[in-house]
């Protein structure tokens, strides 16, 4: 069982920018991805991006690319979100989560659904 916990965010100006952790154990053989999404208050859990644990391949969510960074460090079993450019739209819960068994076999996975063991995760608040 994969277990991840998130941190990293916090209140920041916008223009400012946040990187966020998601360190992760229990990764296995099947492991495929660990993906990143956010939920804000009365909106839907949304993809941002995500990342093959063994190829190291990404995947972003189209309408967030650009400001988005994911990636991987293998020492620490963690895989990083750089958010650069703030912007108060993007004052969410952010989420880490990994995806489940035979899915998300080398294809973007943007659906909540397709990932399990989620974090509890790290809020992120831009100001104005």
């Known amino acids: 069982q994969v277990h991840v916990v998130e941190s990293g965010g916090g209140l920041v100006q916008a223009g400012e920018s946040l990187r966020l952790s998601c360190e992760a154990s229990g990764i296995q053989y099947n492991t495929y991805q660990l993906g990143w999404f956010r939920q804000a208050p009365g909106k839907e859990r949304e993809f941002v991006a995500s990342?093959?644990?063994?190829?190291?391949?990404?995947y972003y969510s189209e309408s967030l690319k650009g400001r988005y960074t994911i990636s991987k460090d293998n020492a620490k079993n963690t895989v990083y979100l750089q958010i650069n450019n703030l912007k108060p739209d993007d004052t969410a819960a952010y989420y880490c989560?990994?995806?489940?068994?035979?899915?998300?076999?080398?294809?973007?996975?943007?659906?909540?659904?397709?990932?399990?063991?989620w974090g509890q995760g790290t809020q992120v608040t831009v100001s104005s």
């Open positions: 990342i093959e644990w063994f190829s190291e391949k990404t």
């Open positions: 989560a990994s995806s489940r068994e035979g899915y998300c076999t080398g294809y973007v996975c943007t659906d909540p659904r397709s990932f399990d063991s």
